[in-house]
């Protein structure tokens, strides 16, 4: 490698998810000063423009997770302070943090996704908005933030209680979707490459936050133990959804699989612009499994921001 760059390493903020994105943001630091850069560690406050302006970074290493870093919001000031940034830009920012226009976007295009409505919270203590088992969610937050599983068997009440926690307390509007049953999969895209599929297996429970990152919850199996057609429709999604959305740098696709019903069982769940980059992350895991070290990966998607 012959230039060496002086990059400025985006983190923490104040979303659900800062502490996640100093785990990764750290990591990535040292992996770029591992392999000569000069990094500037930049833990995102409110007048973080004024940081960068007075840093001018030749490159920002965006690690942050969630609003405001993941939804355009701090996409749009780099774009305007004229400073290159890695993952995707503002436009696919804006539609793919959005459960809903993510949907908008793909089921056209010819990708699979669940069918679902928007919901506001206060109906959802009337009445259930579909059958029994679904999923609620909130329409902008990752790493399964506010996601709730309503089954018959569930503990929420039929209806659902006003004083029962849950994300129809937090959030005024909800997606509503049915429930899947089966597997939880995941492809991650790097260098307009799909890479390859892992099967998520959780000690108990769904795949939520603390399933994601929280060593031992959750077993990966890379590369998932899944029929070729399966796995090529995986790769194939992903790398669509990655070039339909128009993201850069990584972008990752989760997906449910009903086992029983086969290739029409597999369904998107969402394409995660900025993906974790912990040593318990899925990207890194599938870019090693592919020969790709980590230290190799962040140069990829550094030079990909050039």
């Known amino acids: 490698m012959t230039d060496k760059l002086h990059v400025a390493v985006l983190m ?21 000063e591992k392999n000569g850069h000069k990094v500037t560690r930049i833990d995102m406050d409110r007048n973080v423009a004024m940081v960068l302006d007075a ?6 290493f965006n690690a942050l997770h969630g609003c405001p ?11 305007l302070m004229q ?7 503002l436009a696919t920012s804006v539609i793919a943090i959005d459960k809903e226009l993510t949907k908008q976007q793909l089921v056209p295009a010819g990708i699979p996704m669940p069918a679902g409505k928007m919901v506001k919270s206060k109906d959802i203590v009337e009445a259930d908005p579909l059958p029994r088992p679904y999923v609620l969610k909130p329409v902008n937050e990752g790493s399964s933030v506010g996601v709730a599983i309503v089954t018959d ?8 209680g006003r004083d029962v926690t849950g994300p129809w307390q937090e959030f005024d509007e909800l997606l509503a979707e049915p429930f899947i049953k089966g597997r939880e999969l995941t492809t991650a895209v790097v260098g307009g490459k799909a890479l390859c599929v ?4 959780t000690k108990a429970g769904f795949y939520d936050y603390d399933a994601k990152y929280t060593e031992g919850l959750t077993e990966h199996v890379c590369p998932a133990k899944i029929p070729a057609d399966i796995e090529k429709l995986c790769l194939d999604y992903a790398l669509q959804a990655h070039q339909v959305l128009g993201c850069k740098g990584t972008s990752r696709t989760d997906y449910r699989w009903d086992d029983e019903l086969g290739a ?3 369904f998107i769940l969402e394409t995660n612009t900025q993906p974790g980059m912990t040593p318990l992350s899925l990207v890194p895991e599938q870019a090693k499994q592919m020969g790709i070290s ?7 998607i550094v030079r990909e921001a050039l």
């Open 294 to 300: 980590y230290e190799e990966l962040v140069e990829m």
């Open 264 to 266: 029409d069982g597999l």
């Open 198 to 201: 892992t099967e998520l297996k």
């Open 55 to 60: 840093v001018r970074p030749d490159v920002v």
């Open 69 to 79: 870093g993941e939804d355009g919001t701090v996409q749009g000031m780099l774009d």
């Open 83 to 89: 400073i290159p940034y890695t993952h995707s830009g």
């Open 12 to 32: 923490g903020g104040w979303s659900a998810e800062r502490e996640v994105s100093l785990m990764s943001g750290n990591d990535i630091a040292a992996a770029l």
């Open 153 to 160: 068997q569930g503990n929420y009440g039929n209806p659902i």
